[in-house]
């Protein structure tokens, strides 16, 4: 006729939430390390893309300009920072620069993985047609880009 009052209680014991709580940071401790780096290579794969992208457009007025002249040269600093000449859409920013420099500048380069100056972007040689990140972050300008 009379319940227990042992019985009726219901929940959690002290013990379980310790072993839910030790579970938890185990799982958290194997699976923050495998999304910690993903910044990372988000930057070099949209590094990777407006690279793709200057190239292009460059090789594209190289070929133009073989075409349209017979002479086929690379284009100058001036004519790639302007709008339209080179690039339809304008210079693509480099996503390792921070806000404060000029992310979507371009600067004469001469050795790829020295930076010049602190203006941030890209470097141009005009010589060889090449482009590159103008940064100094580790492991971006060691890389041949």
Known sequence: ???SRLNDQR???LIEIVIIIVVLGIL???AIPKYQDITGE????ACRASLGA???GITIYYANAAVTTGSATWPTLTQLETYG???AQGIPPNPYQTETNNQDSIVTGVTKGTPVGSRGGWAYDVVTGEVWPNTST???SENNW
Not at 42 to 45: D, G
């Open 42 to 45: 988000a930057k070099e794969a």
């Open 1 to 3: 006729m009379f319940k």
């Open 11 to 13: 929940g959690f014991t």
């Open 28 to 30: 958290a401790a194997v």
């Open 85 to 87: 000449v080179v690039m």
């Open 54 to 56: 200057l190239r292009s």
């Open 138 to 140: 580790s492991g971006v």
